[in-house]
């Protein structure tokens, strides 16, 4: 496996989008089930979406319909498309995986992966 880099966030006022990158440097997570989560200050890291070797998505109640998992496994990279952002969508974005051998497994589990990126920052004013 190689490193998890973030990039993409930023700040924005609500209404707005982003689009979050999770790209391999020096490996590669093929493999692997992928995911996306979020800490807010004093909050828990949740599962915001997480997308299978197959490339089928699942996502946390609050996102659906706003953001879009998806991944591009020959430029090994992963993506978080956040559209119509929220004040409580903001916090730190971390990209994570884990190596699976099932091509239909993805989880909004943190203790369920492995590996993790550093992490973006998403701000999101009202």
């Known amino acids: 496996q190689g490193r998890l880099v973030e990039s993409g966030g930023g700040s924005v006022q609500a209404g707005g989008s982003l689009r979050l990158s999770c790209a391999v440097s020096g490996g590669t997570y093929t493999n692997s089930y992928m995911g996306w989560f979020r800490q807010a200050p004093g909050r828990e890291r949740e599962g915001v979406a997480s997308?299978?070797?197959?490339?089928?998505?699942t996502y946390m109640d609050s996102v659906k319909g706003r953001f879009t998992i998806s991944r591009d496994d020959a430029k090994n990279t992963m993506y978080l498309q956040m559209n119509s952002l929220k004040p409580e969508d903001t916090g730190m974005y971390y990209c994570?995986?884990?190596?699976?051998?099932?091509?239909?497994?993805?989880?909004?589990?943190?203790?369920?992966?492995?590996?993790w990126g550093q992490g973006t920052q998403v701000t999101v004013s009202s």
């Open positions: 997308i299978s070797r197959n490339g089928s998505p």
């Open positions: 994570a995986a884990q190596d699976s051998s099932s091509w239909y497994s993805r989880s909004l589990r943190a203790s369920e992966y492995n590996y």
